[in-house]
């Protein structure tokens, strides 16, 4: 079950953006915690010298840049999950043995499962406050699912390799005026029924543009392009009963008070859209760390929303049905969105009608690879349905 999240803002991603280090200060707001949690999450890491070089490329990275941008992002390598990787080879030196994954998540098997489990555990256990906890989390997370996937996982559709649908995904280049981001749980990160992956795999990682939470590289990158666009350019997709959700339309004729047509021709300042992509649970915690961070970067924590107005059925309820009428696949969401743009007669000759339909093609060719790869390992292909939509 995955909910959504829709943001406006006005930066370009890019693989050139200054990497956060452990040794360097970082220029942010100390408030957020990023640096701190990573020089503390640091410091319990390192207890023992790294000595061990395990090469796999030519900088004697374990991840390479070009590995960590392959997987659907275009920001640099997060540096707690190098260390956390580092830490991981060199357990497996001093116990002599491999480490294996398997299940969903590319979770850890055997032994060294369980040697490592209790390392972390300790790690977490010491660290100071929530925010170091969620960046050391999070970034185990993500660095068990690379390990995990290498070699098994395309890297850019997230299926296993023998039901890659790349070849039958076709790229389409998004409006100039618009950016998806797509704030993800690092729990959804790699999985191979997540639907988010969708949208890079046919309009490109600049403009949707992957942020896993917790990852602080990642998130400075999005709360930078917040900053810069300004909070009444800033709406987040999500049917939130407790914020002050408003329509499509409403937002962006409210939107710092411009007319719908000078956001339409302002390209130098497109409109971002963010999806939450998430189980319901880490969806809603993942807007409350949005709030928290609107309060540092606006000075209040309210963070605009927008519904629409109809939410169609997900070709991926088929496989994964939802418990609501207001609850959606990540990329179901964005298509509705696009169609709702696209009836505003000021959007209405741009195409994202064309947008929108690219999206659904591409959510029928995930269904029908991942249905495929249930018939041939002899599963359902049927989930019982919680909601009647």
């Given at each position: 079950m995955l909910s959504t999240v829709g943001v406006f803002s006005f930066t370009k991603c890019s693989s050139s953006l200054s990497f956060l280090t452990f040794k360097n200060k970082i220029k942010m707001d100390s408030k957020l915690g990023f640096a701190r949690g990573l020089e503390v999450v640091r410091e319990s890491l390192s207890s023992s010298p790294w000595k061990e070089d395990y090469k796999a490329d030519n900088n004697g990275d374990i991840i390479s840049l070009e590995e960590w941008q392959g997987w659907g992002t275009c920001s640099p390598r997060p540096a707690m999950v190098m260390e956390i990787v580092e830490e991981m080879k060199k357990l497996e030196k001093d116990l002599d043995t491999q480490m294996s994954f398997g299940g969903m998540g590319a979770k850890l098997q055997g032994n060294f499962k369980v040697q490592e489990d209790k390392k972390h555990r300790a790690t977490y256990k010491a660290l100071g406050d929530s925010e170091q906890k969620q960046q050391f989390f999070s970034s185990?997370?993500?660095?068990?699912?690379?390990?995990?996937s290498r070699g098994y996982l395309c890297q850019k559709c997230w299926l296993a390799q023998e039901d890659c649908m790349c070849s039958k995904i076709k790229p389409s280049s998004?409006?100039?005026?618009?950016?998806?981001?797509?704030?993800?749980?690092?729990?959804?990160?790699?999985?191979?029924?997540?639907?988010?992956?969708?949208l890079w795999q046919i309009f490109g990682v600049e403009a949707a543009t992957l942020c896993i939470f917790g990852i602080p590289e990642q998130e400075e990158i999005m709360w930078d392009a917040f900053k810069l666009a300004g909070k009444s350019r800033v709406w987040c997709l999500y049917p939130?009963?407790?914020a002050s959700t408003k329509s499509v339309q409403d937002a962006l004729f409210s939107s710092a008070s411009e007319s719908l047509e000078k956001q339409k021709t302002d390209v130098d300042t497109p409109l971002h859209f963010v999806l939450l992509d998430g189980t319901w649970s880490n969806s809603a915690a993942m807007f409350s760390r949005?709030?928290?961070?609107?309060?540092?970067?606006?000075?209040?924590?309210?963070?605009?929303?927008?519904?629409l107005s109809e939410l169609g059925e997900s070709p991926m309820h088929k496989l994964r049905p939802q418990p609501s009428w207001d609850r959606t696949c990540t990329a179901a969401a964005a298509l509705g969105l696009l169609s709702e743009l696209h009836l505003l007669p000021e959007f209405s000759s741009i195409g994202l009608d064309k947008h929108a339909e690219a999206v659904e093609d591409g959510l029928e060719i995930l269904l029908k690879a991942l249905t495929g790869r249930r018939l041939r390992m002899g599963r359902s292909i049927t989930r019982t349905e919680k909601y009647k939509l």
């Amino acid at each position: 079950m995955l909910s959504t999240v829709g943001v406006f803002s006005f930066t370009k991603c890019s693989s050139s953006l200054s990497f956060l280090t452990f040794k360097n200060k970082i220029k942010m707001d100390s408030k957020l915690g990023f640096a701190r949690g990573l020089e503390v999450v640091r410091e319990s890491l390192s207890s023992s010298p790294w000595k061990e070089d395990y090469k796999a490329d030519n900088n004697g990275d374990i991840i390479s840049l070009e590995e960590w941008q392959g997987w659907g992002t275009c920001s640099p390598r997060p540096a707690m999950v190098m260390e956390i990787v580092e830490e991981m080879k060199k357990l497996e030196k001093d116990l002599d043995t491999q480490m294996s994954f398997g299940g969903m998540g590319a979770k850890l098997q055997g032994n060294f499962k369980v040697q490592e489990d209790k390392k972390h555990r300790a790690t977490y256990k010491a660290l100071g406050d929530s925010e170091q906890k969620q960046q050391f989390f999070s970034s185990r997370q993500v660095a068990c699912r690379v390990l995990g996937s290498r070699g098994y996982l395309c890297q850019k559709c997230w299926l296993a390799q023998e039901d890659c649908m790349c070849s039958k995904i076709k790229p389409s280049s998004l409006w100039p005026g618009m950016r998806f981001w797509l704030y993800m749980h690092p729990k959804d990160f790699l999985r191979q029924n997540n639907t988010g992956k969708v949208l890079w795999q046919i309009f490109g990682v600049e403009a949707a543009t992957l942020c896993i939470f917790g990852i602080p590289e990642q998130e400075e990158i999005m709360w930078d392009a917040f900053k810069l666009a300004g909070k009444s350019r800033v709406w987040c997709l999500y049917p939130d009963k407790n914020a002050s959700t408003k329509s499509v339309q409403d937002a962006l004729f409210s939107s710092a008070s411009e007319s719908l047509e000078k956001q339409k021709t302002d390209v130098d300042t497109p409109l971002h859209f963010v999806l939450l992509d998430g189980t319901w649970s880490n969806s809603a915690a993942m807007f409350s760390r949005l709030k928290e961070h609107a309060k540092i970067a606006w000075g209040e924590e309210e963070f605009p929303c927008i519904s629409l107005s109809e939410l169609g059925e997900s070709p991926m309820h088929k496989l994964r049905p939802q418990p609501s009428w207001d609850r959606t696949c990540t990329a179901a969401a964005a298509l509705g969105l696009l169609s709702e743009l696209h009836l505003l007669p000021e959007f209405s000759s741009i195409g994202l009608d064309k947008h929108a339909e690219a999206v659904e093609d591409g959510l029928e060719i995930l269904l029908k690879a991942l249905t495929g790869r249930r018939l041939r390992m002899g599963r359902s292909i049927t989930r019982t349905e919680k909601y009647k939509l």
